[in-house]
Nanobody
């Protein structure tokens, strides 16, 4: 059974950093692409970052240059390093194994 468990969210001041983790089980991360999405209150879920099986990455324009997606195959874990956080980054962040496997989400709040 596929399972995705996110962690690392929390409250951070504007300009701060957080690293989210997504631990996978029931499948092998190294042979699948993985994505991060987020959903802010009252808004639709949106794509944030993705990494392919060849480690090619892509990002939403709103996070380019600030967020970095990576994976550790030995730990079967995908990460999202978030720097220079802004209040508009506040959302629940979800890990996704395409097309339909999702984690439970982790809350990120950027506020002073």
């Amino acid at each position: 059974q596929v399972q995705l468990v996110e962690s690392g969210g929390g409250l951070v001041q504007p300009g701060g950093s957080l690293r989210l983790s997504c631990a996978g089980s029931g499948f092998t991360i190294s042979i699948t692409s993985m994505n991060w999405y987020r959903q802010a209150p009252g808004k639709q879920r949106e794509f944030v970052a993705g990494i392919t099986i060849w480690d090619r990455t892509n990002y939403a324009d709103s996070v380019k240059g600030r967020f970095t997606i990576s994976r550790d195959n030995a730990k079967n874990t995908v990460y999202l390093q978030m720097n220079s956080l802004k209040p508009e980054d506040t959302a629940v962040y979800y890990c996704n194994r395409p097309p339909t496997d999702w984690g439970q989400g982790t809350q990120v709040t950027v506020s002073s």
